[in-house]
Every structure is written in structure tokens, then in C-alpha cells.
């Protein structure tokens, strides 16, 4: 039998695929499942809604299950040290169905050079800077967005017809989250 110190383990690295550096081999293995939005916005909670649902739905241990209310800078620091992860947001697009399901990688956004102070940092850039800035950010990130009506008036409560379709929308988001994580 043999035996193996945990500082062989620690020790190991992976280059990752999006930044040319070398990373714990450990902590590529973990998943990041995070939900962003407003809970007391209506429809601007689906994401975090959907994350609960999501944490009852699958026992992994290689994955965690997170929400947050932030944008730009501030998710990488929710995001870094993982190797995958999904993030499942609200979407409003101008001629979008309430309920629709997308899914986007970063390579599906252009990246822009409209910079012109740190709050309008939009998420491609901090991705961007964040590989600049060697924070270990995830070498497999995914974006899953539910198209939505209102994110602009206080409640609680998804708009009834988001309430209707919520069931269809939990399964076709926890499907593409099951064959993300199975990789």
C-alpha cells in the first residue's frame, strides 16, 4: 500500500486553458453554481429562485451553490478558484419570450472598449482583467439566462406568467446545469 502525502496532492498543477497559468490542481475540480439577481426585484430573482431549486436537486459535493446581487469586478471574486463555473442570471431582450432559456459562453460576447469608469465595467471586461490580473478565474464558465418581464418594480413574487412556466423553465435549467457539471 502506498502512502501519499498531502502536500504531493496540493502541489500538483494544471495550466489553464483561458489564462496560460499554472493552478492548483485541487481547486479545478470544484463547481461554482451562482445565481445573480435582486430577489425583491419580481422577475430579477429567478436566477438566485433557481439556484435554491438547483441546490435541492443535485448532492455533489464537488459543487457549490451560491447567490449573489452584484455585477462586473465583483463576481470574480465569487468565481475565482473554481475550475467550472454557471451563472444563471435574468435576461430582458427586445423581442425575447417570458421563460425562454438561453445559454452563452464568454466567446459568444464581443468584447467592448466602452471603459470609461470602474461601475460600468461590464462582465466580458472583468473577465478580461481578472485573467490580466492572474485571479485563478474559472477555465469553464457558462452563462444561463431566463428571459423575463419586469426587473424594475419591488416584489417578491415572479410576474404570474414566469410563476406558470416556472416548473418548464427549473427542468430545461437543471438539465443543461446536470450536463455542465457532468462535463
Known amino acids: 500500500m502506498k502512502t501519499v502525502e498531502i502536500s504531493d496532492i496540493c502541489c500538483r498543477s494544471i495550466r489553464s486553458p483561458i489564462s496560460d497559468k499554472l493552478v492548483p490542481a485541487m481547486l479545478n475540480r470544484k463547481t461554482l453554481i451562482m445565481g445573480l439577481g435582486n430577489e425583491i426585484l419580481s422577475d430579477d430573482g429567478i436566477g438566485p429562485r433557481l439556484v435554491r431549486n438547483l441546490s435541492e436537486m443535485i448532492d455533489d459535493p464537488d459543487v457549490k451553490f451560491t447567490s449573489a446581487f452584484c455585477g462586473g469586478l465583483e463576481i470574480m471574486e465569487h468565481i475565482r478558484d473554481y475550475g467550472k463555473a454557471v451563472i444563471i442570471d435574468a435576461i430582458h431582450t427586445r423581442n425575447g419570450n417570458p421563460g425562454n432559456v438561453y445559454y452563452f459562453t464568454p466567446a459568444d460576447f464581443r468584447e467592448t472598449s466602452n471603459l ?65 457539471i457532468d462535463g
Open 116 to 180: 470609461s469608469n470602474l461601475h460600468d465595467v461590464n462582465f466580458i471586461t472583468a473577465l478580461h482583467l481578472g485573467n490580466i490580473l492572474d485571479l485563478n478565474l474559472p477555465s469553464d464558465l457558462h452563462i444561463i439566462a431566463v428571459e423575463i418581464i419586469e426587473d424594475r418594480e419591488f416584489s417578491e413574487k415572479l410576474t404570474p406568467l414566469l410563476e406558470f412556466r416556472y416548473p418548464e423553465i427549473l427542468k430545461e435549467v437543471s438539465a443543461l446545469v446536470k450536463k455542465i
